[in-house]
């Protein structure tokens, strides 16, 4: 007894109109920011967004503090494009106030200036970001034949879904090794009822018969159209309805099954239309207390060119998903690892599926070979299968009654997956996040065990680029996952970042220092001890992420391994025959699987070399490692927090970054989502796959070398001297400037006995980062830099503001030389339309040509790269710091004509 489709709406549409009180944007008519505020602050957020002509809209999101703000745009702003956005002018100029305590100001406006800029934690401007139309549709697949087993499961299990047969994902009757192998599962009565999974894509037709009764509306949202519903609209937005069918597809006359077919799916529509950081941030929290998995099939340009990571927002929304998603278990977010394996691209450049909060999914195909389009990288987890060798993945189309037989990419191999882990979770739901990443690297089945691309990690496991720790097989998954004990919290041990050759990389994302890079390669060495395992209540690894600052003439030729002190070792970056790009590597973060449940105590060695190409050079001037993994003690877990600023090389001082008031003012970002999909040729589903080549061959040699062997040259390479701490250049000399530079201070809090406080508690705290960082025998300087210099107008700043350290955060002996390089809004070097990004800008792809190509884009089919590069925009995102830097032959400024 179904009840008509339009009464079924009327029912559904009550409820979504009031699950989102999210209100329509209006670009054309008002310039729109993000602003975070300090709830603690001197400030209320009223009172700050009156003095800069704000009003507020809503919350960002699931967000706290984050609000989003807009004001009326003037008719002339629209002509002055090329100057700073004008609230983040007045926020410079009242940080600027207060930094001079202008004399000429009154004490009034003085006291305003301070509470507001010390209250506002972070601004961004937001802007739409262009959509990308996608060529024409791809090849039909060969005719796929009916055979017996498909029809055997289809009948004891009253399957009638027409095209069921032809799914041969779900049942393989030709290569019955190389499936999802769920069917036993649905035998048991497994079938994914109380999950909802949400398809954060183009849209998804909930008017489809094969989707309507399992569509949860509540979890739905358009941040295209900012509608209730996903409705797809575009000729081409099909792509969300075909993953949803993967997933959730009803079991009944329609179509095909999806491999949870009594789950709930919901859609939450990005990628048809312009959206902003806010858009996305919200969209990947979008009804998370009720979505259990968002299943992500985009991602940077799959050219192998790009290089991009989620800006400080998205960061921040998907770490709010993992920390409170579900009920506290955490958000399950799987990434697709791109298509752009032909062009050299890895999954290695893009900071989506590098994240440790992503379970990052690759394709194999129908015969369980490794499709040429599928990305490889370190952080792989899983194969789930797609198109290749032949034939597509059949699922449910956009349309009343109709199937697609052309879908494939990694784009629905990450549905696939996310249609198991819908099976695990309807079983165990209080499973968290990393219990599900356990479950992939435990129960992961290897395919093609003459792959030379396999390994066999330090844990015993077989680990490849290509398949991660094997295919995902649905079966071995729910039934580890019934009998799973779930793992203890996540803890984690972050390293100070090492400087080799006094490299730097500041504020602007000027890089110096650091040491030529050869062919041999240039490699350094941290040692992690069991003491620093204790003293963080780190018991077993995990993931391992990795931050390098390597500059580079050819982006392309530079390759990174990490070798443990097993003699494991990641491949992190390989060759890029297209990546032209100078920028390098500004403080980029890699991640690797690869370590996990490797014993990490001893020496960890980085290598970096390049092709040793005629004119093409660069340095590698610093690096860093974060081990992640599960607590010693579990009542001693903290949480992790999203630090404003990672990049700088050496990196701000602690105390600099948590008592710092001066708000962060980042740039609009503004990159463009290309549709579905760049970079997957048409033939994504006809061609055979392989099984007979490594993903990388990093030189110098194939053979991994021992740990003696690098630790032996590693020493050679790298003086000793650059790997101790430097002296205490003392802080008394900056006490002076501060007293005369910030006699305003004094006068209008009268706080001489405060500061003396507040100084004592700073020695403390130095002393005792210093102690911590001496054991992990890094060099750091900030160490010695007075949190006011690095802090100053950049305002890198952090979470639990004390007032006393409020009153640091603010003084600067640098003002003049701010005023010289001109880095405060509105001076006219500051190129960026939005005024000082440097938080997005830095991971960004910085080099204008490919930044234009590095839409976030799809993946599932063909796309013509022209066409798509000629309907995305450039963006001020773009412009981010490092590519505005000053002139002077500095990386940034050769690409322009690189490229
Ligand atoms: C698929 O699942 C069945 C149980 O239904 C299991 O016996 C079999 O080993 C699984 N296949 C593979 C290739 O693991
Ligand atoms: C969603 O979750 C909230 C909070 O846990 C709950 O109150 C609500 O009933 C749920 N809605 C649905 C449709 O399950
Ligand atoms: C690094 O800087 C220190 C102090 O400025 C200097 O003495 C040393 O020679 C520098 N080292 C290199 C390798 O440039």
Aim: charged letters at 20%.
């Amino acid at each position: 007894m179904r009840l008509p489709l339009p009464l079924v709406l009327l029912l559904l549409l009550p409820p979504c109109a009031l699950s989102s009180g999210m209100a329509k944007r209006s670009y054309s008519t008002h310039d729109y920011y993000v602003l975070e505020h300090r709830p603690l602050g001197h400030a209320s957020l009223d009172e700050c967004v009156s003095r800069l002509g704000l009003e507020v809209i809503e919350q960002v999101g699931e967000l706290d503090n984050h609000w989003l703000v807009r004001r009326r745009k003037a008719a002339r702003d629209v002509s002055a494009r090329t100057t700073a956005d004008p609230v983040v002018e007045l926020l410079q100029s009242l940080r600027q106030q207060v930094q001079r305590g202008s004399t000429h100001a009154r004490s009034e406006d003085l006291a305003v200036a301070w509470r507001v800029s010390s209250s506002i934690k972070y601004l961004e401007p937001q802007a739409p970001r262009q959509r990308v139309k996608r060529a024409p549709p791809p090849v039909r697949p060969g005719d796929g034949d009916v055979k017996s087993n498909a029809r055997e499961v289809a009948s004891r299990l009253g399957i009638q879904d027409p095209t069921f047969t032809k799914q041969w994902h779900l049942v393989n009757d030709e290569n019955p090794e190389h499936m999802m192998n769920v069917s036993g599962l649905w035998e048991e009565g497994i079938t994914g009822s109380g999950v909802i999974s949400a398809l954060v894509d183009d849209g998804l037709d909930y008017n489809s018969d094969d989707l309507a009764a399992n569509f949860f509306a509540e979890g739905s949202y358009d941040f295209n159209d900012h509608e209730d519903l996903p409705t797809p609209k575009l000729f081409d937005d099909h792509h969300g309805t075909r993953c949803a069918g993967q997933i959730g597809a009803v079991k009944n006359d329609v179509c095909g099954v999806g491999i949870a077919y009594d789950s709930k799916v919901a859609g939450i529509r990005i990628l048809s239309g312009p959206i902003s950081d806010v858009d996305e941030a919200a969209s990947l929290n979008y009804g998370y207390h009720n979505t259990s998995i968002y299943s992500c099939s985009w991602g940077p340009a799959d050219d192998g060119r790009s290089m991009e990571a989620p800006g400080y927002l998205i960061e921040k929304a998907v770490l709010n998903g993992i920390q409170n998603g579900r009920g506290g278990k955490g958000s399950v977010y799987v990434f697709a690892s791109g298509n752009g394996a032909q062009h050299d691209d890895q999954c290695n450049f893009d900071g989506y599926t590098n994240s440790i909060y992503s379970i990052t999914v690759a394709a194999v195909d129908f015969k369980g070979l490794h499709p040429y389009y599928s990305e490889a990288c370190a952080a792989n987890m899983v194969v789930a299968y797609s198109s290749g060798s032949g034939n597509n993945i059949v699922t449910t189309d956009v349309g009343k009654n109709k199937c697609a037989t052309t879908h494939g990419g990694t784009s629905a191999a990450a549905p696939n997956a996310v249609g198991v882990f819908a099976l695990a979770l309807s079983v165990r739901p209080e499973l968290t996040w990393r219990d599900l990443q356990h479950l992939c690297v435990k129960t992961a089945e290897m395919i093609n065990p003459e792959d030379p691309d396999w390994e066999t990690t330090a844990a015993g496991r077989p680990f490849s680029y290509k398949y991660g720790f094997g295919r995902l097989d649905g079966y071995s998954y729910v039934k580890a996952a019934q009998a799973w004990e779930p793992i203890k919290p996540q803890a984690w041990l972050e390293i100070q970042p090492v400087q080799i050759e006094n490299g730097t990389m500041d504020i602007l994302g000027t890089m110096s220092g650091g040491a030529p890079i050869t062919t041999d390669g240039v490699k350094n060495i941290i040692t992690i001890t069991q003491d620093m395992l204790a003293q963080n209540n780190l018991e077993k690894l995990e993931h391992i992420t990795i931050r390098v600052w390597i500059s580079h003439t050819r982006r392309g030729d530079v390759e990174v391994e990490l070798v443990s002190p097993n003699g494991i070792k990641s491949v992190l970056a390989a060759r890029r025959r297209y990546d032209a790009t100078n920028t390098g590597f500004p403080g980029w973060r890699f991640m690797t699987v690869k370590h996990w449940d490797e014993n990490p105590v001893g020496d960890w060695t980085i290598r970096v070399n390049d092709q040793g190409s005629e004119g093409e050079f660069g340095n590698f001037l610093g690096w860093t490692m974060t081990l992640w993994g599960s607590t010693i003690d579990a009542s001693k877990a903290k949480l992790y927090e999203v630090p404003v600023v990672e990049n700088l090389l050496p990196p701000p001082h602690e105390d600099a970054v948590t008592t710092t008031t001066t708000p962060v003012v980042a740039t609009a970002t503004t990159k463009s989502y290309a549709k579905p999909t760049s970079h997957l040729p048409t033939d994504h589903g006809s061609v055979e796959g392989e099984a007979t080549k490594p993903a990388f061959t990093n030189k110098p040699g194939g053979a991994t070398p021992t740990a003696q062997d690098d630790a032996a040259e590693a020493t050679e390479t790298i003086p000793s001297e650059s790997i101790t701490p430097t002296p205490d250049e003392g802080w008394f000399p900056d006490m002076d400037n501060l007293v005369s530079n910030q006699k305003w201070f004094f006068g209008a809090v009268g706080a001489v006995a405060v500061f003396g406080l507040s100084a004592g508690i700073f020695f403390w705290r130095r002393a005792v980062n210093r102690r911590r960082r001496a054991q992990y025998s890094t060099l750091s300087m900030g160490d010695d830099v007075p949190m006011s210099s690095v802090a100053r107008d950049r305002g890198v700043s952090g979470q639990g503001t004390k007032e006393l350290y409020d009153a640091f955060g603010e003084v600067s002996d640098d003002d003049d030389v701010d005023e010289e390089t001109g880095l405060t809004g509105g001076r006219p070097q500051d190129r960026s339309p939005g005024g000082l990004g440097f938080h997005s800008g830095f991971l960004d792809d910085d080099d204008p040509q490919s930044a234009r190509a590095t839409q976030t884009s799809y993946r599932d089919e063909p796309e013509d790269n022209d066409r798509l590069r000629s309907h995305s925009t450039s963006s001020s995102r773009v412009e981010s710091p490092s590519s505005s830097g000053t002139g002077d032959g500095s990386w940034e400024h050769a690409s322009q004509q690189l490229r």
